[in-house]
């Protein structure tokens, strides 16, 4: 049987899209078993009928509906809305649409701050003002899909790896459901690690760790243990496909947290200080915080400074 | 005014937008807009951070575009810092930048825009897209997917990740290149460039010929162009100069470091994306098509128009090619696709070149780097035109002040002139139907917003 797919995108960049069409050969095997109702990304179906003329939005129903993105505006509101209702089963792809993901580091502030820096850059003629015709309304602050709709299947990464991402819709097409690991990424990562107590303090990412480019990564010290923050120990696993290794650490940079927290509800700025207090890393000396919450600043986890 | 006609979403393109066209008394388009959905607010929230960080952050702009917005960030932090790259370094970030081009223009052509012209611009929406080209033409498809599949994971296999990249660092490149990857590499960007010739061809002799009417009507509006130079007045998409073209073929050229002399950037109250428009006209801004003011274009159609030539030889042959045939500048705006296609050819063997160039393989690729405080201004071209980062930093090297000229942005302007150039054209009496409604998107698609 075909199984018929809605998929939209809303406060996201369209990586998750893209990452979709990166399965490359797989792509094609996937769309012999699909049929796709909706996808603007792709395909000109319209939300208000093909002329415009509907007054309610439609999304087609589907088997399965696939959304990228946080909910940050109204339209992105009644989009999940409408994809809820049409769609048995909702599948939030991508950290935006599971933790808000970089987006909702906008929940630090109130709208009319980013409003009045937006429009009052340098090289910006400063309105009398701001946008309201034909624009969606923002809402107070960047929601994870889950604080709207009631949702699945989570399925994070900035974007997740297009093997996950095949792999998961086999599952779903055959009427299984996707295996997505609750492993962090120090679980997978093959950097060589020594234990505790060797690193008192961590320095900012602005010079070279040590290791020999011919050699893999199995043979470099772990980043965090060279003293540079790695948020490996908090981080949900999965980045690096098939491979296994975390793409982030095979560039010999540290993990961000780009795939949210290793479990679900987890708080990546709380676990990390956590972990590193209890190695004895001091952190006091860090300049700035914040950005532990960089992926996850839905759920309330990120907040207004001024309230 | 008795009809409001609403596009929503516009679809095939890669952001979020809507038209509204009103029509009159009598049905005929009185007015129409493109609004500009999204708003993110990136330039508030990196204040605070560490700027070493934002590279990692604002390739979130944009998912299909996140190694410009990558490389353009870095060079912003570089400049603020007082970096130097060295040359391995900045060879390897442009490396990065060109092949991300390439695969990009396939992305664009194949899987967005080539349905309007290869399945047709009035046929079912159910087939008219890349999986009905795909039914249609398995051969084709399949070449395609693996094509594009294979630019992106040379970058990944290399760089680790190629959406939302972290291979370019403060002070130059993560990793080196080894000669391993460089061979491998090597063969496969010839591939690619085999596939762009293939693409340029297929294109020209049966795609382009059965629409030369459209091309030469659909959209068509008189502008400006924006693009960068390199110090000969050839083409680079890394680096270089800003060219700023008047519509009449005269330009003058700017560091990008003094873009604000030259471009401001205006709002309108429908669309939450800003307008850039040519300050150093000195003529103010206007979206009226018979009197436009300070309007330029960026991405594909607008390089072709500023750079003097490509400096890599199949893709410079092109360039001629068209310019006999189109002029300096060509303006009609479906041009913008046969202008993507000589870019790809361009991307490929640049890369081709990079990869032959004996530094590339040095171990040299990342300088140290203290933070302090500074303001550095990072440009380059991304896909869609002339990226630019402003970013400012504290003794500590946190962001202070950030401002981002996006490249689609420039076009938006001329976005919603081509628009009002379609509906006005194609909608009379108050007629309308789905191929006429496709054929004003497929305006705004050629600009691949």
């Not at chain 1, 630090?108 to 701001?130: A, G, V």
């Not at chain 1, 297009?162 to 299984?176: C, R």
């Not at chain 2, 429908?270 to 850039?276: A, F, T």
């Not at chain 2, 296609?341 to 081709?352: G, H, N, S, T």
Request: glycine share 8%; proline share 6%; net charge negative.
């Amino acid at each position: 049987m075909t199984v018929k797919i809605a998929e939209e995108w809303l406060n996201a960049c369209s990586g998750c899209e893209i990452t979709v069409l990166d399965m490359g050969d797989r792509l094609l095997e996937i769309l012999e078993q699909v049929q796709f109702v909706h996808i603007p990304a792709l395909m000109d179906h319209k939300y208000y009928g093909q002329l415009g003329d509907k007054k309610h939005l439609e999304i087609p129903s589907a088997d399965v509906g696939i959304i990228s993105g946080g909910i940050r505006n109204q339209e992105h509101l009644e989009v999940a809305q409408a994809m809820r209702d049409s769609c048995d089963l909702i599948i939030a792809i991508g950290t935006c649409a599971t933790h808000g993901g970089i987006p909702a580091l906008c929940n630090s502030y109130k709208n009319q701050d980013i409003l009045d820096r937006y429009y009052s850059t340098c090289s910006t003629d400063i309105p009398r003002e701001y946008p309201s015709q034909g624009v969606p309304e923002l809402l107070d602050r960047c929601y994870a899909l889950d604080e709207k709709i009631s949702v699945d299947i989570c399925m994070p990464g900035c974007p997740p790896h297009p093997d996950q991402v095949y792999s998961s819709l086999i599952s779903l097409v055959q009427g299984g459901m996707p295996d997505l690991s609750g492993k962090s990424v120090c679980d997978v990562c093959p950097t060589i690690r020594k234990g505790k107590g060797q690193v008192r303090e961590l320095r900012r990412f602005l010079q070279t760790p040590v290791y020999e480019p011919s050699e893999p990564l199995d043979e470099m010290r772990c980043l965090l243990e060279q003293g540079v923050l790695c948020m490996g120990p908090v981080t949900k696993a999965g980045c690096g496909g098939d491979k296994k290794i975390p793409r982030c650490i095979s560039a010999r940079v540290p993990c961000r947290g780009c795939y949210g927290p290793v479990k679900f509800d987890g708080n990546p700025l709380l676990d990390m200080l956590n972990a590193l207090t209890s190695n004895g890393i001091e952190f006091e000396g860090m300049d700035e915080l914040t950005s532990l919450l960089r992926f996850a600043g839905a759920h309330n986890l990120l907040q207004n400074k001024g309230l | 005014m008795t009809q409001t006609i609403n596009i929503s979403p516009l679809t095939r393109i890669e952001g979020h937008a809507s038209i509204d066209i009103n029509l009159d008394d009598y049905g005929e388009v009185q007015d129409s807009r493109v609004n500009i959905m999204s708003l993110r607010g990136f330039e508030k929230f990196v204040e605070g951070k560490p700027a070493e960080e934002l590279p990692r952050i604002v390739n979130r702009i944009c998912g299909i575009c996140p190694w410009h917005h990558h490389l353009a960030s870095n060079k912003a932090v570089d400049a603020c810092f007082g970096a130097q790259v060295p040359g391995t370094g900045q060879k390897l970030r442009e490396l990065m930048h060109t092949i991300s081009h390439a695969e990009d223009k396939l992305l664009h052509f194949f899987f967005l825009a080539a349905a309007d012209f290869v399945i047709g611009p009035g046929s079912d929406y159910e087939v008219r897209n890349v999986i009905g080209i795909a039914k249609s033409n398995p051969e084709l498809a399949k070449k395609v997917v693996k094509m594009r599949s294979k630019a992106k994971m040379l970058m990944e296999n290399f760089a680790g990740k190629a959406i939302h990249p972290v291979a370019g660092v403060t002070g130059g490149f993560a990793k080196p290149l080894q000669e391993e990857e460089r061979k491998q590499m090597l063969s496969e960007m010839r591939e690619l460039l085999d596939f762009a010739l293939y693409t340029m061809d297929f294109a020209k002799n049966e795609v382009f010929p059965q629409y030369m009417d459209t091309i030469e009507s659909l959209g068509v509006i008189k502008t400006g162009f924006i693009g960068t130079v390199n110090n000969q007045g050839a083409m680079n998409l890394y680096d270089g100069n800003i060219r700023l073209m008047k519509p009449d073929g005269s330009f003058s050229e700017f560091s990008p470091q003094d873009y604000t002399d030259y471009i401001s950037e205006h709002v309108e109250p429908y669309s939450y994306g800003k307008m850039p428009y040519a300050k150093a006209w000195g003529e103010g801004f206007s979206l009226d098509r018979n009197d436009p003011k300070g309007i330029y274009r960026s991405n594909c159609l607008a390089r072709m128009n500023v750079v003097d030539s490509i400096p890599t030889p199949k893709a410079n042959a092109e360039l001629q090619e068209f310019r006999e045939r189109f002029g300096r500048p060509a303006q009609a705006t479906l041009l913008y696709h046969w202008a993507r296609l000589i870019e790809e050819v361009y991307a490929c063997e640049r890369a081709i070149e990079i990869l032959q160039d004996p530094e590339i393989t040095k171990e040299d690729v990342r300088s140290q780097v203290e933070p302090k405080a500074g303001r550095g201004v990072g440009c380059v071209e991304a896909p869609r035109g002339t990226l630019i980062h402003d970013y400012s930093t504290d003794e500590n090297g946190l962001i202070t002040g950030a401002n981002m000229i996006v490249g689609t942005t420039h076009n938006l302007a001329p976005i919603n002139m081509s628009v009002d150039q379609a509906a006005k054209s194609l909608i009379q009496e108050g007629h309308v139907d789905e191929t006429i409604l496709n054929q004003i998107e497929m305006a705004v698609r050629a600009y691949d917003p």
